[in-house]
């Protein structure tokens, strides 16, 4: 260690100023050993260097480099450099697409903001209050507007995000000075200094007000559908373009014997009768090319029993809104086991009769 060295007029300085190394480690938030490693002649990063001289009350060129190179430092002069073509070509680019980011960003309803952690100061875009329908200058306007079954929820999030570094997405809803309640969608992410400590947030805001009220309502589309579905007499079943149940009801798992998870893992083609596959098949393809609406066909059915049993199926296709492509078959199913049994019972009775005509004719 020479004395003309950063590790050098540290040790001097700590020894001058009384200082210990645990000292030192806990004003920079550092551990003790990076400190130690310096007064070894260790290399300082730029960040810790300048917090270094500040907290030792020294210039931070004449800590890290000694006497010369702080005196070539304040015998520099400041070069103001001309403004030439390409410096303004570039400078007016940046404006522009700054500009261009700015309209984007205010048209599209997004809010730019920070948190500084260390002084509690928030900044945000200036179309905050277009959105927000309050100006927001300190976190207390901020909070005191939100709803508040989302205040706590939002505070712990944040507080998982500065301890543990990683961001986060989040909705929550915010009153209007008119006391309408508005939907926001906030997206951010924590950033840390030197010393791996939470010092920022930065994160965007928009207004996702109407994303909700859609998600609402095909929410509850859906769980109209599925009351429907459920409830509905017959037995009825969605399936996909490969033959798998995709959704079935409970009158349909009571007629095959299987339960909704069994059926996931099967095709109707398993199910189906080996003589009626390659009909049914057939009628699925002229349904897919669209020839027909409406498919009817009568087939047997496996049971998980092991059973066969008659069914009527009635299918349509559903299609995609954009392209028309075909999404899934629809098929409702009507158990025909007895009256296909009565039916034939009878055919055949017509035709034992028929015969017994004929042979009376016949004498």
Known sequence: MTENSFAFRLKELLEHQKLTLQAVATVLGISRTAVHKWTRGG???????????????????????????????????????????????????????????????????????EWNLITDEVSYSANVEAVYGWPVRRNEDFWAHLHPDDVTALQAIYRE??????????????????????????????????????????????????????????????????????????????????????????????????SADELAGLTFQALTHPDDVEENLARVKRLLNGEVAVSTMEKRFRRKDGSYIWVSVRASVQRNARDGSPEHIISVYDDITASRAERQALEARIAELEAQVRELQGR
């Not at 073509?85 to 730019?112: C, F, H, P, W």
């Not at 924590?190 to 909700?212: H, I």
């Not at 490969?242 to 959704?247: A, I, N, S, T």
């Open 161 to 258: 995000c500065v301890a543990e570094g990683k961001g986060y997405e989040f909705d929550f809803r915010i009153y209007r000075p008119d006391g309408e309640l508005r939907w926001v969608t906030s997206r951010a992410t924590s950033l840390k200094d030197a010393a791996g400590r939470s010092v920022k947030m930065v994160g965007v805001s928009l207004d996702s007000t109407e994303r909700k009220r859609v998600e609402d309502e095909l929410r509850q589309s859906e769980e109209r559908f599925r009351a429907i579905f459920e409830l509905a007499g017959g037995a009825l079943a969605y399936i996909g373009l490969d033959g798998r149940w995709q959704r079935v009801n409970q009158p349909l798992c009571e007629l095959l014997g299987y």
């Open 43 to 113: 290399e300082i990063d730029y960040d810790n260097l300048r917090k270094l001289a500040t907290f030792l009350k020294v210039n931070w060129i004449w800590l890290r480099y000694g006497d010369e190179a702080l005196q070539d430092a304040q015998h520099v002069e400041v070069q103001d450099l001309p403004m030439t073509d390409v410096r303004r070509k570039y400078t007016a680019e940046i404006m522009e697409s700054e500009a261009r980011m700015k309209l984007a960003q205010e048209s599209a309803g997004i809010v730019n903001w």
